[in-house]
């Protein structure tokens, strides 16, 4: 390995990541729609104005909560350093989600409404409106977007095969694929893709955006912007979408060389990919030549796992006080292991090896209980199962009844998740945002009327002589002014 493939690896091998997730909202009685999802959205979001008088805020953990275009409830994770980590904020903003969800039922309830409150974890709605979920990760300045994305996406083109949440495709009467058949496909996300790379995020949805925006040293750092990925129900699912992500990143800011699958055309064959669950389609490459998705996936993989060989240990933090920050290799053992068992499982047919894992084989494994008995995937109960697979509301939701009974694998567990509710990860620039919020809502500062604003690079207290910092590296957990600022609002004091 060349001395510049060295510096890469020990830069790079700790990453910022987050993850973005619109959330569907429907509310029904006796199965019917009861109110339209601005006025749920209304309801859900009371506590959170009568809080903080806004529907767009930081919460303790240092995520951001808030209400995004068409009343989609929306929770931005913080900055985690590891899978397991972002696993767990991912997580918890579902819970976040659910305890408005009871409080917002409960006046529904009062007020004479009623009805239950469903949450969607989902990516499509029954008429085929499409809402994302996007992920982020913080690459390096020095290499250049569009060489960056020339060899990502031909691995973002294919991974829906490791990571697709799954889904019943019914041709909608708008959709330019009505003729197409009725069939059961990897990815909900694929048929509402209309570009490979583009600046915009609604008008014509990419699959990387490119708007620069790094919410850190623009000088050191971008946001690589990921937008075409499924929303994951599995803990698994979503360690493996964001560590085999992760991991082939790693290898092209370190300079491996990786094999040459430039595609064509994207957008033909992200949905060609998801239509065919054999992983078989032919994509056709610029240099003239095809490849199947299970052909770009295993060399993708091959190359990961030379790369567990001499990828550099980032967790040893022990002189800042910082323990665990990073993946560890044995972590992305796990992913590596994942990945390979998945890749097997579509190649050989036999979807048991991953029907407690991955998204889109789990749901499927319930879906054929009923194909078996005779019915097809035209059913409307087959359609409702596939909606109510992604319900996150405990007792409710089919996977949640799934995780709750152990018929499926876990990367973390409850306490990771609890703890993750309130507390802001430990190990990266969400540390200072956390421990900042924390004391702008204590009884001091709310006391001295003390006003602060937050944003993801900006702490500030505003007032006669306001006090702001900006946090350019995302990987610092220690902050003198901040910590000044954090004495003045327990102090309930602003001096001159």
Known sequence: MSEQQGTAQQALTRRITGIETEF??????????????????????????????????????????????????????????????????????EVILDRLAVTAEAALADEGIGGKLYLLKNNVDTVGNSYGCHENYLVGRELGLKSLSKLLLPFLVTRQLICGAGKIFLPYPTSPYHND???????????????????????????????DEPHADSNRFRRLHVIVGDSNMSETTTALKIGSTQLVLEMIEAGVELPDFEVANEIKSIRAVSRDMTGRAEIPLRDGGTATALE???AFLTAAKKWLEVREETTDNADKGISGAGTPNAEMARIVELWERTLTAVDSGDWS????????AIKYSLIKRYLDRGLTLENPKLAQIDLAYHDIRPGRGIFRALEARGAVSRWITDADIEAAVDRAPQTTRAKLR?????????????????KTVVDWTHLKIAGDNPQS????DPFA????????????????????
């Not at 496909?185 to 955006?209: K, L, M, Y």
């Not at 090896?353 to 889109?360: F, G, S, T």
């Not at 956390?434 to 003390?450: I, K, N, P, T, V």
């Open 24 to 93: 569907g909202i429907t509310l029904t009685l006796n199965g019917s729609r009861r109110l339209g999802p601005d006025e749920i959205a209304r309801y859900m979001f009371r506590p959170v104005i009568a809080k903080y008088g806004a529907t767009n805020i930081f919460t303790p953990n240092a995520g951001r909560l808030y209400l995004d275009v068409g009343s989609h409830p929306e929770f931005a994770t913080a900055e985690c350093d590891s899978v397991s980590q972002l696993v767990a904020h991912d997580r918890a903003g």
């Open 181 to 211: 058949p009725v069939q059961y496909c990897f990815s909900q996300r694929a048929d509402h893709v209309w570009e490979g790379v583009s600046s915009a995020t609604t008008r014509s949805r990419p699959i990387i955006n490119t708007r």
């Open 296 to 298: 770009i996936q295993y």
């Open 353 to 360: 090896l991953i029907e407690r894992d991955i998204d889109w």
């Open 434 to 450: 956390g421990d900042f919020l924390a004391a702008a809502h204590c009884e001091a500062a709310h006391a001295a009327g003390l």
């Open 469 to 472: 910092v900006m946090l350019g």
């Open 477 to 496: 957990t220690d902050n003198s002014e901040v910590t000044e600022m954090i004495a003045t609002l327990s102090e309930g004091s602003q001096e001159g």
